[in-house]
T-cell receptor, first 112, second 112 residues
Framework: KNEVEQSPQNLTAQEGEFITINCSYSVGISALHWLQQHPGGGIVSLFMLSSGKKKHGRLIATINIQEKHSSLHITASHPRDSAVYICAVDGWSGGGADGLTFGKGTHLIIQP | NAGVTQTPKFQVLKTGQSMTLQCAQDMNHEYMSWYRQDPGMGLRLIHYSVGAGITDQGEVPNGYNVSRSTTEDFPLRLLSAAPSQTSVYFC???????????FGPGTRLTVL
């Protein structure tokens, strides 16, 4: 079973700061997902990546397959970025098994 | 598209009662999954399906049943509710294991 670790667990920052959230996993994967969950809200997929880097607006996700590590960056952070950010990994399903393995999430608060 | 829908949003049960959490998607996705989210535990896979008529167990299947008679619907049945099943339940779907997952809004269940 893949072990997915996120750091930090909690992060409070000021508006405008550059934010980095880290995710490491123990076993080789086919893809890694970054998800966002606002308080009391649903879960939204931000990125799915298997190599390199992806960018969407102020969000950037990178992955290093060899080091089994991914980072999510937020540039020019804003209070509306306050949410829980969850890292999840897809194993090599082979036989068609589905379902992600999730980290416990990083609770981010951006203060005005 | 409505995406992934779940009903009810909230439910309170007494120990021993049974109920069905409904999940439907209108994106013609083959893969559907049920997760539960508990504080400090992250999301955990309960059951999943890779197509109509095909289901399998995830990490925490005990006390839950599923069936998949159509591509659109994937209900989760609690056979005899227990306080340990108090949680937030998310249904999710995707085209296959190489694409992003779409999550429903969640059902908050309390078992007294």
């Amino acid at each position: 079973k893949n072990e997915v670790e996120q750091s930090p667990q909690n992060l409070t920052a000021q508006e405008g700061e550059f934010i980095t959230i880290n995710c490491s996993y123990s076993v080789g994967i086919s893809a890694l997902h970054w998800l966002q969950q606002h308080p009391g809200g649903g879960i939204v997929s931000l990125f799915m990546l298997s190599s390199g880097k992806k960018k969407h607006g102020r969000l950037i996700a990178t992955i290093n397959i060899q080091e089994k590590h991914s980072s999510l960056h937020i540039t020019a952070s804003h209070p509306r970025d306050s949410a829980v950010y969850i890292c999840a990994v897809d194993g090599w399903s082979g036989g068609g098994a589905d379902g992600l393995t999730f980290g416990k999430g990083t609770h981010l608060i951006i203060q005005p | 598209n409505a995406g992934v829908t779940q009903t009810p949003k909230f439910q309170v049960l007494k120990t021993g009662q049974s109920m069905t959490l409904q999940c439907a998607q209108d994106m013609n996705h083959e893969y559907m999954s049920w997760y539960r989210q508990d504080p400090g535990m992250g999301l955990r896979l309960i059951h999943y399906s890779v197509g109509a008529g095909i289901t399998d167990q995830g990490e925490v299947p005990n006390g839950y049943n599923v069936s998949r008679s159509t591509t659109e619907d994937f209900p989760l049945r609690l056979l005899s509710a227990a306080p340990s099943q108090t949680s937030v339940y998310f249904c999710a779907s995707r085209t296959d294991s190489y694409n992003e997952q779409f999550f429903g809004p969640g059902t908050r269940l309390t078992v007294l």
